[in-house]
């Protein structure tokens, strides 16, 4: 008998669109099956203004399919020079729905970041008080702090002290990867919400070294231990309010990836509901994977739930889907979880 499960139509609480030819290439393997994303704003030049972020949803609902009803969520890169009343009317227009927070240097275009913390006080006492909340990529960027230790040592130096000078602020920890970004989040109140990716529920980081390097697994922050991966199947799959899709799918044309300094970022788009029904089949929670993809993000955001569903079928055979989205930028590898997927969206 074929198995099926209908869920409320996902959202994706964290989305890397790129723009120009990335993004028409793109947008349509998300559109597909979301009905909002959160969208990054790490282009370059970075989104950091409300008429930036303004543009930027024009050029993305210009590049949707016919006939798609997608919603994108924009959000604005915070710098030392954002001004506060900048973010508060673009707030209080809808248009805006997060301010997203790169310590300088973290990751992809990062470098307009964050370096020094009091510099951003206004625009986070503005935050707090009209309950935007702060997306975080939250990995310190010393250069002596190992690389697998720089999530855990951002929320004990840097998150941890923000919060506590910044009451009310809502923050969401960005694309977790530890068992300490798990045990924080879960403690935090209702103030604190954590995105999960897709790949980080199957992939450690002997997927990226052992036998060879893999630069389609090579992502940011980096996998780590096979006992963190767990944890963050434990989070995702339990329901807890507080722990949401995020996919962070991140294209990067295979030129890029495969590389001398490969780009950091996984394709995901595609087949995330795919591989997500396969984990929560796996961890006996498919009762659960409704939370998680489509009940859990809105709440946090007070946003309604998406109004339609969709339909995820288990197939006999494996389930087919492309190994690379083939954009005018050039060819994109859709992330490959190892396994044959056998869910698929009807
Ligand atoms: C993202 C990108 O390519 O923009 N890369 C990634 O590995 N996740 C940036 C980010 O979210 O860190
Ligand atoms: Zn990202």
Redesign the pocket.
């Known amino acids: 008998m074929t198995q099926s499960l209908t869920l409320r139509r996902p959202d994706d609480w964290?989305l890397?669109l790129r723009d120009g030819a990335m993004l028409q290439g793109v947008l349509p393997e998300t559109a597909r099956h979301f009905g909002r994303a959160i969208i990054?704003p790490?282009l370059v030049p970075p989104v950091v203004t409300g008429a930036q972020a303004a543009a930027y949803r024009d050029r993305i609902l210009a590049a949707l399919p016919e006939g798609a009803a997608f919603e994108p969520l924009m959000t604005l890169y915070l710098t030392e020079d954002t001004d506060p009343a900048d973010v508060r009317a673009a707030a209080e227009s809808g248009l805006v729905k997060a301010v997203k927070l790169y310590p300088a240097g973290?990751?992809?275009?990062s470098h307009s970041g964050v370096r020094n913390f009091d510099r951003v006080r206004g625009v986070l006492e503005v935050m707090a008080e009209i309950g935007l909340p702060m997306c975080v990529?939250g990995e310190v960027t010393t250069a002596e702090i190992d690389i697998f230790d720089r999530e855990a040592v951002f929320i004990d130096t840097v998150l941890d002290p923000l919060r506590r000078a910044t009451p009310g602020l809502r923050v969401v920890m960005?694309?977790i990867t530890t068992e300490e970004g798990v045990a924080y989040a879960r403690a935090g109140g209702p103030d604190l919400g954590a995105t999960i990716t897709t790949h980080h529920l199957i992939i450690n980081r002997n997927h990226i070294l052992v036998g060879g390097i893999k630069p389609h697994y090579y992502?940011?922050?980096v996998a780590k231990r096979e006992k963190h991966r767990l944890a963050l199947r434990a989070a995702a799959t339990s329901g807890e309010g507080c722990f949401f899709l995020g996919t962070?799918s991140?294209p990067?044309v295979d030129a890029l990836k495969e590389h001398a300094c490969g780009?950091?970022?996984?394709f995901t788009a595609t087949n995330t509901m795919s591989i997500l029904a396969h984990v929560f089949e796996e961890e006996g929670a498919l009762d659960r994977l409704e939370a998680f993809t489509s009940l859990n993000g809105p709440a946090f955001y007070r946003l309604p739930v998406n109004p339609g569903t969709i339909r995820l079928v288990k197939h006999e055979t494996a389930h087919a889907y492309p190994s690379k989205i083939i954009t005018e930028a050039g060819p994109v590898t859709v992330f490959d979880p190892g396994f044959p997927l056998f869910w698929g969206v009807a």
Request: aromatic share 0%.
């Open positions: 964290h890397h990054m790490n973290a990751t992809t275009n990529h960005e694309h992502c940011l922050p962070d991140a990067h780009c950091a970022g996984c």
